[in-house]
């Protein structure tokens, strides 16, 4: 896992120079690209390199390349990590899931233990207890105080 989150530490620093934090106000308002709008901006893009004539002369077509090719190449990395980040929160869930069967399993153990009066089962369960309120207390929990 070390290994793994100095390759993490690795990515972040050599993609600081492209990425950038938006507030959630400018994430409202730009213009959003998606797989749709990506084809539009690669088809404009090679109209506008085969009928310069058709493009604005104050649009600099070596900035429109350049925000194209990072874009592009970004939207790629995107949908890579995307998919890692799938399979590792589906397996965080998976490993999660048999962790929490196995707790469960010797939390009823320990209670039932517990109920036979074995030697130290009792402070086992008392302590495990708390993380399984009763309806009771979870109902009470719920509603609030009245004065």
Same mark, same amino acid.
């Given at each position: 896992m070390t290994q793994v989150y100095d390759q993490i530490e690795a990515v972040k620093t050599a993609l600081a120079p492209y990425t950038f934090a938006l507030t959630p106000q400018e994430r409202h308002a730009i213009l959003k690209m998606g797989d749709k709008s990506l084809a539009f901006v690669e088809k404009t893009r090679d109209y506008a390199h085969d009928n310069p004539a058709l493009v604005p002369s104050?649009? /600099?077509? /070596? /900035?429109? /390349?350049k925000g194209f090719s990072d874009a592009r190449d970004l939207w790629r990395l995107h949908t890579a990590i995307r998919q890692l980040e799938e399979a590792i929160s589906d397996t965080v869930m998976l490993a999660g899931s048999e962790a929490y069967h196995a707790a469960l399993v010797v939390y009823h153990n320990v209670q039932a233990a517990a109920k036979q009066d074995i030697p130290g089962a009792k402070a086992v369960y008392e302590n495990l207890k708390p993380h399984f309120p009763s309806g009771k207390k979870r109902n009470a929990a719920a509603e609030p105080e009245t004065p």
């Open positions: 104050y649009l /600099d077509i /070596d /900035d429109f /390349d």
